[in-house]
């Protein structure tokens, strides 16, 4: 730690002085337990109202949050410090994001003006977080603008959003939530010819896997949301209990063996790309945690007869699955693990193809017996995986794995 950096303001740290392996701050880690309640307050809602407006709400608030908790977290990882200024800038980002669920807690709708005026808040905030860094590091500059003027024009697209009608205000905000995520893409056409490289970084490839543990823990939630205490002496609850969390237990394993650890591939597209992914990823298992929450909560599960939030609980775990096939393509894998990569890929194509059909079918089926099904299936896709990596690696005459995500033993 020099003394430059453990000053007390402490300057955001130039962009040039990046850290090879950064290990994640406990501030890092404090700040996403705000985001925390903030997942689980639009998932709840998202359980209370799941009508097409409900999925709307809830996939525009998710994208506002995530695209918050990126910022931040870029921000840190590519200018934090030990100072000060640090510190008070993450605490501010936690006072917005509370004060957002504050108001999201009112009941009265997210376009209402209350939530309006907190997002706006957390929008002028994180265009200050980019726009004051190229105060101290004039060479980075060039870069924050389009962060900035992008940024600019979507809370003035939220202002706006005020003074219209109801009806419109839905239109208002998407627009602004694609400005948000349009920067990258603009520095990436403005640095195609420029020497260098802007990477996304080892430490923010784990930041991204943490936020997946919250999505995570949300769907776990939704499970034990599900099963009630009316319910908690029935054997079928405790058995359709188990299958449920043998099944998130499932996707784990299969994301954090194909993603976990893996750095993405060099280039700023392939960063901003792989944000866009994650993003549609985990709206997907955050949906399915609501999915979970109300088919378990059923009064009488013993035949699904034709209940639509099933096949959303499908498509969503078929959605993740489709998330994480695209990632397969913008991660990097070591050089003798190619062949194996696309065999992988096959195998999640053809398992989300399976699951999609299962929901179709089994429509008349009992809960248990659907879920057994889907799980049958998501155990086929890690055993084969393992199955063929061994298999492969075997016949390259290696007796050691090289790559300890594949292994099961």
């Known amino acids: 730690m020099n003394i430059t950096s453990a000053s007390w303001w402490g300057a955001p740290r130039k962009f040039s002085s990046e850290?090879?392996?950064?290990?994640i701050?406990?501030?890092?880690?404090?700040?996403?337990?705000?985001?925390?309640?903030?997942?689980?307050?639009?998932?709840s809602e998202l359980s209370e109202n799941h009508t097409l407006q409900g999925f709307l709400n809830y996939l525009s608030l998710f994208a506002i949050i995530f695209w918050g908790w990126m910022n931040g977290s870029l921000y840190h990882d590519l200018h934090g410090s030990d100072g000060l200024r640090t510190r008070l800038m993450t605490l501010w980002q936690m006072l917005i994001i509370s004060a957002m669920v504050v108001a999201l807690d009112?009941?009265?709708?997210?376009?209402?003006?209350?939530?309006?005026?907190?997002?706006?808040?957390?929008?002028?905030?994180?265009?200050?977080?980019?726009?004051s860094v190229g105060i101290y590091d004039k060479k980075h500059r060039r870069l924050n603008r389009p962060y900035s003027i992008?940024?600019?024009?979507?809370?003035?697209?939220?202002?706006?959003?005020?003074?219209?009608?109801?009806?419109?205000?839905?239109?208002?905000?998407?627009?602004?939530?694609?400005?948000?995520?349009?920067?990258?893409?603009?520095?990436?056409?403005?640095?195609?010819?420029?020497?260098?490289?802007?990477?996304?970084?080892?430490?923010?490839?784990?930041?991204?896997?943490?936020f997946t543990i919250i999505l995570f823990g949300e769907v776990i939630a939704g499970i034990v949301g599900g099963e009630g205490i009316v319910k908690v002496n029935h054997t079928e609850s405790w058995v359709e209990f188990g299958l449920s969390v043998c099944i998130v237990f499932a996707l784990w394993w299969i994301f954090f063996t194909l993603i976990s650890d893996r750095k993405c591939k060099p280039g700023l597209l392939y960063g901003a790309i792989l944000?866009?992914?994650?993003?549609?990823t985990l709206m997907a298992l955050g949906i399915l945690g609501m999915a979970f929450r109300i088919i378990l909560s059923a009064d009488d599960t013993s035949n699904l007869n034709g209940n639509a939030i099933f096949m959303i609980f499908v498509f969503a775990i078929a959605s993740f699955l489709i998330?994480?096939?695209?990632?397969?393509?913008?991660?990097?894998?070591?050089?003798?693990?190619h062949q194996l990569q696309k065999s992988i890929q096959r195998l999640i194509l053809w398992g989300s193809a399976a699951l999609i059909v299962t929901g179709l079918v089994s429509l008349q089926f009992q809960v248990i017996f659907s879920l057994l099904i889907?799980?049958?299936?998501?155990?086929?896709?890690?055993?084969?995986?393992?199955?063929?990596?061994?298999s492969d690696y075997e016949n390259k005459g290696n007796t050691a794995p090289p790559d300890k995500n594949f292994s099961i033993r």
């Open 150 to 210: 992008l940024y600019i024009l979507s809370l003035i697209l939220f202002g706006f959003s005020l003074f219209v009608d109801l009806e419109i205000r839905p239109w208002f905000f998407a627009a602004a939530i694609v400005f948000n995520f349009l920067p990258p893409f603009i520095v990436h056409l403005i640095r195609r010819k420029k020497p260098g490289l802007l990477n996304l970084s080892s430490s923010m490839a784990e930041r991204l896997g943490l």
């Open 106 to 131: 009112r009941n009265e709708g997210i376009f209402h003006h209350q939530v309006i005026i907190t997002i706006m808040v957390m929008q002028l905030y994180i265009t200050y977080l980019w726009w």
């Open 25 to 43: 701050s406990w501030l890092e880690l404090f700040y996403d337990l705000v985001y925390v309640i903030a997942i689980a307050r639009i998932t």
């Open 323 to 337: 998330g994480i096939y695209t990632m397969t393509y913008l991660v990097e894998y070591p050089n003798q693990y």
């Open 374 to 390: 889907i799980l049958i299936i998501l155990l086929g896709i890690i055993g084969i995986t393992n199955l063929k990596w061994y």
């Open 275 to 280: 944000e866009i992914v994650y993003l549609i």
């Open 19 to 23: 850290e090879k392996e950064r290990k």
